[in-house]
DNA sequence: CCGCAAGTGAGAGCGATTCTCAAACTCGTT
DNA sequence: AACGAGTTTGAGAATCGCTCTCACTTGCGG
């Protein structure tokens, strides 16, 4: 499911809109960064982009995005959080993420991995009383740069 | 490769020596405490089995155990970082995570699957020039309590 | 055009983690 | 059994992403 950037700007604006939320500028610009980025953003680079950008206005807009749930915070070991755009709005992914540098690159695994990996994880999580919304798959290793 | 109490501290007690770290009795309770617990504790909970222990000492015994290779630190969306023995002194496992309440519990998958992702993982890292050395399954979702 | 609700920016505040440093301990050596 | 060099420890200070506060601005309905 790939979907054009005019029809991801329609649905930030439909969900933010169900939270109460107006479409600014500035939430329009955050989106249009991370949906152009490689590789899911920390706060740094999104303020390089533009250095008198003020952070909290920064982190309070990707606060909005992500409780309109149209962002999504990635957790590394890093020092800082980075985000990317929801995984609805793009194609299903994995991080590979490096452990001596901390890059982290978007990877995809073949469908009938997933699959399995769906059915497998919905069997297991029964088994224990959870009711699974995802999974979060991270492949951790050295990066072609530092090896 | 269930390995027993005794072994882990030899093990534990090698590794220090590696790095030219002593084995004092707190960094043993240390790993006691890891090994016995059923789910990986966060700061707060080590405290609180013993509320006279200074916060500090815990932390850096946490990052020397760390460095040597027998602890690992667990990231979780939640405010604190969780701690637990190194994948080789116990049985390999993933997590399961509520996004509501943040309780961490550990599970195992069948060993096929197992086999499965790592063969898919090793040829996606391959292709994309990344040395694997692990992967990290999370499964995200709504415990029990929660629901 | 008014007014109110929402958004913005600058800085203060917060809180988990790390750092500092003097005192206490360990262990091989006399 | 005491010595001394090097570690470990503990209490608090310092750090630093991130969040909160609040006065000001902006934008949409009436």
Redesign the interface.
Known sequence: MITGTADVHAIVQARLLEVGQRYTPKRRALIEHLAAAATPPALPDIMATDPKLPQSSVYRNLAVLEHAGVVR?V???GEFARFELAEDLTAHHHH?I??SCGRV?D?T??AS?ES??DR??DR??RE?????????????????AC?
Not at 128 to 144: E, K, M, N, Q, Y
């Open positions: 915070r957790i590394t070991e590979l490096c452990s690159e990877v695994v073949p991995f399995t990996m497998t994880l297991v999580a224990t009383g959870f009711a699974t919304v995802s999974h979060r798959l991270d492949l951790i290793g050295i990066c072609r090896a």
